[in-house]
T-cell receptor, first 113, second 116 residues
Framework: AQSVTQPDIHITVSEGASLELRCNYS??????LFWYVQSPGQGLQLLLK??????LVQGIKGFEAEFKRSQSSFNLRKPSVHWSDAAEYFC???????????FGGGTRLMVKP | KAGVTQTPRYLIKTRGQQVTLSCSPISGHRSVSWYQQTPGQGLQFLFEYFSETQRNKGNFPGRFSGRQFSNSRSEMNVSTLELGDSALYLCASSSTSGRNVYNEQFFGPGTRLTVL
């Protein structure tokens, strides 16, 4: 069965500092991988996705992620964090049997001024 | 193009009652998926509909059901509500079924259900 692990429940970084959020997955086939962001009271917004090809993918809001098959990882990075990046971030794998996505537990990002 | 809309946004019910939540997908999208989000269990898949057919169902009791109409709008129903059903219920729509071609799913803002 597919699963996603986000080892860090909370992360606090200073504004302007770099950011890396970790994601490890388990999936029986070639995975499609996603990072979503959720602001308080909002739904999920897709930041970026990996389907195939170049293992370094660029997303919106200056985020990027690198797919490493050997490590079953898909870590999200941003070189310089802005206060508006404070939110909860979810890694997901799928689709499975249709559009079903399996999500990690999420990482809550706090940004210090 | 309007996004995914969910109604109502907030709902308070008492144990034993039933509730119906509605999701209107993006125009032209035929796939609607539902997820339950709780602090303890995170985001869990409930079910998915494509062209009025349930394509996939998550590991939830039979009290959770859904349907999709010919205009692709979807409803989910929870009967005999329990305290543990308190959650944010999210729906997502996509233009494809995800089986041969996968296109991005767009999420709605969710319905916050509180069971007292």
């Amino acid at each position: 069965a597919q699963s996603v692990t986000q080892p860090d429940i909370h992360i606090t970084v200073s504004e302007g500092a770099s950011l890396e959020l970790r994601c490890n997955y388990s999936y029986g086939a070639t995975p499609y991988l996603f990072w979503y962001v959720q602001s308080p009271g909002q739904g999920l917004q897709l930041l970026l996705k990996y389907f195939s090809g170049d293992t370094l993918v660029q997303g919106i809001k200056g985020f990027e992620a690198e797919f490493k098959r050997s490590q079953s990882s898909f870590n999200l990075r941003k070189p310089s964090v802005h206060w508006s990046d404070a939110a909860e971030y979810f890694c997901a794998v799928g689709p499975y049997a249709g559009n079903m996505l399996t999500f990690g537990g999420g990482t809550r990002l706090m940004v210090k001024p | 193009k309007a996004g995914v809309t969910q109604t109502p946004r907030y709902l308070i019910k008492t144990r034993g009652q039933q509730v119906t939540l509605s999701c209107s997908p993006i125009s032209g999208h035929r796939s609607v998926s539902w997820y339950q989000q709780t602090p303890g269990q995170g985001l869990q898949f409930l079910f998915e509909y494509f062209s009025e057919t349930q394509r996939n169902k998550g590991n939830f009791p039979g009290r959770f059901s859904g349907r999709q109409f010919s205009n692709s709008r979807s409803e989910m129903n929870v009967s005999t509500l329990e305290l543990g059903d308190s959650a944010l219920y999210l729906c997502a729509s996509s233009s494809t079924s995800g089986r041969n071609v996968y296109n991005e799913q767009f999420f709605g803002p969710g319905t916050r259900l509180t069971v007292l």
